[in-house]
């Protein structure tokens, strides 16, 4: 907290390392991935577009085993019903290829399960 206070007074120097920091969060954060916002909801067929499409990435950063279980198993077998009507891609505000994103998700999913 006091150094949070602190820059009312001196605001923080730019240093390279932490230009190299934000760089690295920029490019870490941009890009063709879902952001879990739910704009995209609800889709015809059930599917937890704004989980299944990001489950790649929450594979990788949550414990994984609360992903696994037979509840998002199945949510994400959804996926195979997906009827490719665009009204998810017409609501996201980040103009994700959200169909083509949820099969990527599922793919890499099935994968991870084996």
Known sequence: MDEF??????????????????????????????????????????????QCARMSLMLRRAPAASWLNEHWQNEMKKIEECLNCGKCMTKCPYHLNTPELLKKNYKDYKAFLK
């Open 5 to 50: 206070i602190s820059y009312q007074t001196k605001a923080p120097e730019l240093t390279q390392e932490i230009q190299d920091l934000i760089a690295h969060d920029r490019k870490e954060l941009a890009g063709d991935f879902c952001r879990g916002c739910g704009y995209c909801m609800p889709c015809p067929k059930g599917i937890q577009i704004n």
